[in-house]
């Protein structure tokens, strides 16, 4: 009886100290105009209002959840009222906290930035927040804190519409070829990492400033094709424009699924008629189409964008941007970011997809 004993304990100490965690893995993919999430369609079976909401991507614009600031000179423009100072680590580990509450109110998505977005409103002032140096090599402490976003979306069932190039940091690029090795580097390194829950999103609003031509409208669809054939079509691939209008013919034949923004759109009826317009376009085949940003909210009024996108079976993505005269630091944008559901119009944009997900 005590060899038997001492034997079992051996075999438990054995297997405990061989076992290896191995995270869940969260895949995407689409059918037609719909979403699959492990090879299941999205909020299955769900109808409101009289609209399908089975196979939308219903998401939100996150850009800032692995921001840093390089550039020593403006860093405290970013830095905690409560700790006097800018912590990047802080940033991201407070964003992979909120992502739990995000989806439990039904949101299966989120746009993050390999660049960011404007973190004090549009433009750009001098900051430095890229993942890529000068020649294109990705960034170890950048890539730290994207895996564990990564890590966590994978957990919770989530997708991730990775952004590439935002204008205003393009240009820490030293060239066009810097550009391509970013685009390879990138792409290799997802898939060594064998994530299979991103959507590319090549540059966030091709049609703005960007000084090099190869993410300009004319030729942006070199780099779709590029991360197609480098990931033989694992990977699903587009790019935006800016809000209010429509991509080209050549974009929306080249990508995987078609991106818009509604931001400045403030009649509901636009969103509606952005919708139509692609379908109609000559180049346009079954694929989804999908809002990543808008500003747009009135999410209490009998119309808003948000409906309209529904009505339309297009998916709809929340853009948090903060007004002249509010306080910046309410929004999900603005640097430094309450990643918490904390704001009056965040209640009001997650109670409303909670209200459509059924979640």
Known sequence: MKYTFT???LLSTICLCSYTYIPKTTSVSIH?????????????NRHWKGNKIEGLLLNSRMVQGIFDDLNNDTRDNFKYQDSDKWDAQRNTTEFVNAMEDWKAHGLLSFTLNLQGGSPLGYGNHGWINSTFDSLGNL???????????????????????LGYFYFGQ???LKDEQAVVNAVDNITNWILEKSYKNILIEINNECDIKYDHAILQPQRVAELIKRVQ???GHK?????????????SSEIIASSDFVLLHGNGVKDPERIKEMV????????????????????????????????SATE??????????????EDYTAGFQSVPVNWTISSDRKKAFFNKLKEITGY
């Open 312 to 325: 339309s079976y297009a998916s709809w993505g929340y853009f948090d941007f903060i007004m002249k005269g």
């Open 7 to 9: 034997i079992v304990i």
């Open 32 to 44: 037609g105009e719909q979403f699959y999430i492990n090879n299941q369609i999205t909020y299955k």
């Open 170 to 172: 393009d240009e820490q």
């Open 276 to 307: 139509a317009l692609v379908r109609q376009s000559e180049s346009y085949s079954a694929k989804p189409i999908l809002f990543n940003e808008d500003d747009h909210f009135d999410f209490d009024k009998e119309s808003y964008n948000f409906l």
């Open 235 to 247: 990977l699903l691939v587009s790019t935006s424009y800016s809000g209010n209008k429509i991509p």
């Open 139 to 161: 960034r170890e402490d950048y890539l730290n804190r994207l895996e564990k976003i990564l890590n966590k979306s994978n957990e919770l069932g989530m997708v991730v519409i």
């Open 229 to 231: 054939d480098i990931s």
